[in-house]
């Protein structure tokens, strides 16, 4: 089964930077479109950055400049480097993939999530 997983999560201090890891799994034969978006408690989950295949890159206003986001060279992983973090980057963040994979015995496209990994900014 096809699957995503993130990493490098944790706690850092307002000002400071993390780099948090996705990589996708299984049985993969093509994957286009990945992004982050985070969910902060009480609030909508919300798009942070996306990438294509080719490498083209999008931002919100709110990360632009301080969020970078890039592929792997096997296109399979996704990362997203974040800089000058404030504690509005507290939240849940969530890899996010477009995926040609196997389903069955099927070749579908799918939309898939990753379990999500906490980011924790304090001040």
């Known amino acids: 089964q096809v699957q995503l997983v993130e990493s490098g999560g944790g706690l850092v201090q307002a000002g400071g930077s993390l780099r948090l890891s996705c990589a996708a799994s299984?049985?993969?034969?093509?994957?286009?479109?990945m992004g982050w978006y985070r969910q902060a408690p009480g609030k909508q989950r919300e798009v942070v950055a996306t990438?294509?295949?080719?490498?083209?890159?999008n931002y919100p206003d709110s990360v632009k400049g301080r969020f970078t986001i890039s592929r792997g060279n096997a296109k399979n992983t996704v990362y997203l480097q974040m800089n000058s973090l404030n504690t509005e980057a507290t939240a849940v963040y969530y890899c996010?993939?477009?995926?040609?994979?196997?389903?069955?015995?099927?070749?579908?496209?799918?939309?898939?999530w990753g379990q999500g990994t906490q980011v924790t900014v304090s001040s």
């Open positions: 996010n993939a477009d995926i040609e994979g196997l389903v069955g015995v099927t070749k579908k496209w799918l939309t898939y």
């Open positions: 299984g049985s993969i034969f093509s994957i286009n479109f």
């Open positions: 990438i294509t295949r080719g490498g083209s890159t």
